[in-house]
C-alpha cells in the first residue's frame, strides 16, 4: 500500500540555524498537508499543497511540493525555540482516498 | 481549537480487559477519525466514521471496533488491551471526506496496557 516517509527523524540546531524535513510517497500523491505537533500536544494543520512545483510560504516556513508530485519539504529559516515540536507530512491520493501520515521529524532548536 | 474534547485523557489498564475511548465533537463536522501514535510510525488510522452508524476500517483496524450513535461521539472501544495497543490516540473530525480537507484533532489519550 502506499507509504509516506520522512527524513530524518529527528533533527537539533541551534537557534538560528536552517531547518529542513522531506517527506517522500511511493506512489503519486494528489495533495500533501503539513502538521506541527508541539511537544505533549496534537496535530495542528499548517498547510495544503495540491499542484505539481507548488510553493507556498508562512512566515520564516517555506512548503514545496514536487514536481512528480511524489515528495515534499517544509523549510524553516532561522529556526527560533517556538519551531520546537514534530512535523507531519499528510499525503492523499491513494487507494483508501485517506490521508496517509508520515513518520514525522521531531525537531529540537537549542538557545 | 476546534470543540474536541476526548476522555479520558490518560488511562493504565491490564492486559485482556475491555477498554472504550470517547470523542465528542460540538463542530457539527460528519467526518470523525481514530488514530494511533507510536514513535518511528507517526499517526496511523484505525477506523473513521462518515455519519452516524456510518464507519470503516482504517491501516491498523485489528483488536479495535468502534460505534458512532450521535453526530457528536465516537466511541473506540479495545475489546480485550494487549501491550501492543499502549500508544497516544488521537480523535480528528473534517467537515467532509477526501484527502483536500483539514483535520482538526482532539487532545489525545495516553493509554497504558500492563
Known amino acids: 500500500g502506499q507509504q509516506v516517509m520522512q527524513i530524518p527523524q529527528y533533527q537539533h540546531v541551534q537557534e538560528g540555524e536552517d531547518f529542513t524535513t522531506y517527506c517522500n510517497s511511493s506512489?503519486?500523491?494528489?495533495?500533501i498537508q503539513w502538521y506541527k505537533q508541539r511537544p505533549g500536544g496534537h496535530p495542528v494543520f499548517l498547510i495544503q499543497?495540491?499542484?505539481?512545483?507548488e510553493v507556498k510560504k508562512q512566515k520564516r516556513l517555506t512548503f514545496q511540493f514536487g514536481e512528480a508530485k511524489k515528495n515534499s519539504s517544509l523549510h524553516i529559516t532561522a529556526t527560533q525555540t517556538t519551531d520546537v515540536g514534530t512535523y507531519f507530512c499528510?499525503?492523499?491520493?491513494?487507494?483508501?482516498?485517506?490521508?496517509?501520515f508520515g513518520t514525522g521529524t521531531l525537531l529540537a532548536v537549542q538557545p | 481549537d476546534a470543540g474536541i474534547t476526548q476522555s479520558p485523557r490518560h488511562k493504565v489498564t491490564e492486559t485482556g480487559t475491555p477498554v472504550t475511548l470517547r470523542c465528542h465533537q460540538t463542530?457539527?463536522?460528519?467526518?470523525m477519525y481514530w488514530y494511533r501514535q507510536d514513535p518511528g510510525h507517526g499517526l496511523r488510522l484505525i477506523h473513521y466514521?462518515?455519519?452516524?452508524?456510518?464507519?470503516d476500517k482504517g491501516e491498523v483496524s485489528d483488536g479495535y471496533s468502534v460505534s458512532r450513535s450521535k453526530t457528536e461521539d465516537f466511541l473506540l472501544t479495545l475489546e480485550s488491551a494487549t501491550s501492543s495497543q499502549t500508544s497516544v490516540y488521537f480523535c480528528?473530525?473534517?467537515?467532509?471526506?477526501?484527502?483536500?480537507?483539514?483535520?482538526?484533532f482532539g487532545p489525545g489519550t495516553r493509554l497504558t496496557v500492563l
Open positions: 463542530e457539527n463536522h460528519r467526518y
Open positions: 499528510a499525503g492523499g491520493g491513494g487507494a483508501t482516498n485517506k490521508l496517509i
Open positions: 466514521s462518515y455519519g452516524v452508524k456510518d464507519t
Open positions: 480528528a473530525i473534517s467537515e467532509s471526506g477526501g484527502t483536500y480537507n483539514e483535520q482538526f
Open positions: 499543497l495540491v499542484k505539481s512545483g
Open positions: 506512489t503519486t500523491l494528489s495533495n
